[in-house]
């Protein structure tokens, strides 16, 4: 564990404990962008550029931009009045421990903890573009299909109704 | 000789870099290695911000019929001294009600991703600041922390004008981010790298008297345009100054600040255009090459910053003519208008890429693109009932 890991680490749980827990809706959506950063820092400590400026690219740049304009267009972003944590948290704490706990085990019995770890391959931008366009070409394209049928249902939700 | 002028700041640099080894720890190299390429990018860039707030001044006065700012200094040379001593002295207003730490955030926030792009920037030969893999990719990452940083200066202020200039800012930066990243993808495409310096290394051979720029192509000179066009609305300069129409907003999302922190704003904002022309420049223009192969002896960040010069005054003169457009035009353009030329552009360039050189293919790609450009421009223009327009009060 470096000190780069550190503080990372240290600044992107900050900031994903502060989108939790603020009372302003907006400060939480701002506290989640700067937790989305953290990842992008932590994917480039590791030497993921591609990946690294991808989060920042799409997470920065377009969700917390969408989480944002949300949160203006449904609520005001005016700070709540109701309670931080809800009437069951314990109940709720503790299926989080237990789900942890078996997911956890079961990833330490499972085959793919023991499998030998691979020397870590130095991915080139150019070398993600050609398993993209080469190995991975039909997943590639049928997640392009699927977001382009998101994008014209989205298109036909903002049409105006014509009325007759 | 020419090689040693053209090396002069990388040699100083090393010179510089070999003297402090004497005194300084090992570890402690990079740190200075990085501190020296990044000092001349603090300096030289809002230098160059300075003069271009007088040239625009007096460009748009010329423009206008009057003489621009003509007190200070020599034919008003030093009114950007005035303006920055004005802006440093004057009272930091804070709305009461406004929120205070994001409202103390935003500028800062809005300043320091444009400063990060550009250290992507090859500003001469063997003179970028840090030659990354994925330089270009880098670019438009950072180039996503400006939106969140106008959000937070047109929410936290709490004024309806700023909240609606924020709106406005993001809605057309999201919308013509688009095309200006498909714009590139040409480029990419054809070099098979994002690495800035690498698409420079690419535009560097002389066909004839032409050098091998991308935009002396049909599917460059398609793509420089609309690079331009969305570049323009991306650092929301007129005809696409929508986030701060004087008339309907007052100015946008930093109406509430005021002294440094406006001034930070009006920075972020000139500092976002020039490196966005920078990177037109090095994708388009062949970044620091000279025009022509004999004029290669001067040096190469001469030829770059001459061509960021005159890119400037073609913005200033773009903005002393173009007249602002509406918000519902402003949309139009982009999704219906710029996009599928856009995309048809990246079948023009795989197209050019496929058949042999020859005059073939260069009919075949102008085909493509005017032909476009004609058929798309008409088709949106056929449903709309363009005439004088009759005012029924005011005339």
Redesign the interface.
Same mark, same amino acid.
């Given at each position: 564990m470096t000190i780069t890991f550190a503080i990372i680490a240290f600044v992107t749980i900050t900031a994903t404990v502060a989108a939790m827990s603020l009372r302003n809706l907006v400060h939480c959506a701002l506290a989640s962008a700067v937790a989305f950063g953290g990842l992008a820092a932590a994917y480039l400590q590791l030497d993921a550029q591609f990946v690294g400026f991808a989060q920042i690219l799409v997470y920065v740049g377009a969700i917390a931009i969408l989480i944002v304009f949300a949160v203006l267009l449904t609520r005001g972003g005016e700070p709540t009045e109701e309670a931080l944590f809800s009437r069951t948290w314990l109940a709720g704490t503790a299926i989080a421990v237990v789900v942890f706990g078996v997911l956890a085990w079961t990833i330490r019995n499972s085959f793919v903890s023991q499998r030998e770890t691979t020397p870590v391959p130095d991915a080139t931008v150019k070398e993600i573009g050609d398993v993209l366009m080469n190995k991975y070409v039909l997943p590639l394209e049928v997640i392009g299909l699927l977001l382009t049928a998101a994008l014209i249902g989205a298109v036909i939700i903002a049409l105006k109704e014509e009325r007759k | 000789m020419s090689e040693t002028f053209d090396q002069i700041f990388v040699n100083l640099k090393h010179w510089l870099i070999g003297l402090l080894s004497n005194v300084l720890p090992e570890s402690l190299l990079p740190l200075v290695s990085v501190i020296l390429s990044l000092i001349p990018i603090m300096a030289i860039f809002p230098g160059l911000f300075a003069i271009t707030t007088v040239l625009e001044r007096k460009g748009l006065g010329r423009i206008q019929n009057r003489y621009g700012p003509n007190r200070v200094g020599p034919f008003g040379f030093l009114q950007f001294a005035a303006d920055g001593v004005k802006a440093l002295i004057k009272e930091d207003l804070v709305p009461r009600a406004a /929120?205070k730490v #994001?409202h103390f955030l935003a500028p800062v926030v809005l300043v320091i991703p444009v400063f990060l792009a550009y250290t992507v920037l090859p500003v001469g030969r063997n003179m970028v600041a840090v030659d %990354? /893999? *994925?330089g270009v $990719? +880098?670019f +438009? *990452? !950072? =180039? *996503? =922390?400006t939106? $969140?940083a106008v +959000? %937070?200066a047109g929410?936290s202020s709490r004024n309806k004008y700023s909240?609606l200039g924020a %709106?406005r800012a #993001?809605a057309q930066m !999201?919308s013509y981010?688009i095309p200006l990243i498909l714009s590139t993808v040409t480029v990419i495409m054809m070099v =098979?790298? $994002?690495s800035t310096v690498k698409i420079i290394e690419a535009q560097s051979t002389y066909h004839g008297l032409l050098p091998d720029w991308f935009v002396f192509t049909p599917w460059g000179l398609a793509g420089f345009i609309l690079f331009m066009i969305s570049a323009l609305a991306e650092s929301n300069r007129s005809p696409f100054d929508l986030p701060e129409g004087e008339s309907e907003i007052i100015a946008g999302y930093f109406i509430e600040y005021s002294g440094f922190k406006f001034a930070l704003f009006f920075l972020a904002e000139y500092l976002g255009m020039f490196v966005i022309s920078g990177l037109g420049i090095t994708l388009f223009l062949g970044g620091w090459h000279a025009p022509l192969e004999c004029l290669e002896v001067f040096p190469s960040y001469l030829w770059f910053f001459a061509k960021l010069i005159t890119m400037i005054l073609v913005l200033i003169w773009v903005r002393g003519t173009v007249p602002r457009l509406r918000m519902d035009q402003l949309m139009n353009f982009a999704w219906k208008f710029m996009l599928p030329l856009v995309l048809l552009n990246l079948i023009t360039a795989a197209i050019w890429h496929y058949m042999a050189p020859g005059a073939a293919r260069w009919v075949v790609g102008f085909s493509i693109v005017v032909g476009s450009y004609m058929l798309l421009g008409r088709a949106l223009f056929s449903g709309q009932h363009l005439a004088k327009r009759t005012y029924r009060y005011a005339e």
């Open positions: - | /929120d #994001i %990354m /893999d *994925a $990719l +880098f +438009f *990452a !950072v =180039g *996503a =922390g939106e $969140l +959000f %937070m929410w909240l %709106m #993001i !999201v981010e =098979g790298s $994002l």
